[in-house]
């Protein structure tokens, strides 16, 4: 399937990440046609940006139906392949773009083995800085219906138990139902952009304040 739409959202994200001189280790774009389903996967390197994070990812989702109701919407869209398909026209899907944001976590960083302690001490400090970093982002991000999670995996050794895995999940909705051509959707995107790289450097940061404490204690 062919989404003009989608690859110029695309497009866009490549462009902005470029003249802000962000680098991506991941930058791939998918498509499966049985769900009717396209999206886009990055990542960032953050060694240089944090000092307990490996990277940041960031999902794109999109899919034939969103695809088409923009389509309708657009000037100079006439010609959109999906207009041609009837079961897709008649579908009322609203273009919204879902994004998931996930920061991944230095696991050694982050659950130092201290002399002395024993048992499953590095997951219960582990416990305590997750639980500050979920008040600070749910407090950051409470004027905006975002659901974050923690994913995690649990793991164990000669010294006890710790986490294997560490991420910090964020799940994003955009609503695009403002634009009326393609470059507005480019404008829009961009901001979009914006927003979230800016918020996914103050969750870097507070993040790296609360550990920073929590594993020098």
């Not at 400090?125 to 407090?139: H, L, P, T, Y």
């Amino acid at each position: 399937m062919h989404y003009p739409i989608f690859h110029s959202i695309v497009n866009t994200v490549e462009t902005q990440l470029g003249k802000r001189g962000i680098k991506t280790t991941k930058f791939r774009t998918w498509e499966d046609n049985k769900i009717h389903a396209t999206g886009l996967e990055l990542i960032i390197d953050l060694d240089k940006v944090s000092n307990y994070m490996h990277s940041l990812s960031i999902n794109f989702d999109w899919d034939s139906f969103r695809e088409t109701t923009m389509a309708k919407e657009l000037d100079g869209m006439d010609s959109h392949p999906f207009l041609k398909i009837e079961t897709l026209t008649k579908s009322a899907v609203p273009p919204t773009i879902d994004v998931e944001m996930s920061w991944l976590f230095d696991i050694d960083l982050c659950q130092p083995e201290m002399p002395g302690e024993a048992g499953n001490y590095r997951v219960e400090r582990a416990s305590r800085w997750m639980e500050s970093i979920s008040k600070k982002v749910n407090d950051l991000l409470k004027d905006e219906n975002i659901i974050t999670r923690w994913h995690i995996e649990i793991d164990g050794d000669e010294n006890g138990r710790y986490l294997s895995a560490i991420n910090l999940i964020s799940y994003f909705q955009y609503e695009l139902t403002s634009p009326k051509s393609l470059n507005e959707v480019k404008h829009l995107v961009g901001r979009k952009l914006h927003d979230l790289l800016l918020k996914a450097n103050k969750v870097i940061y507070l993040s790296d304040e609360i550990l920073e404490e929590s594993v020098a204690a």
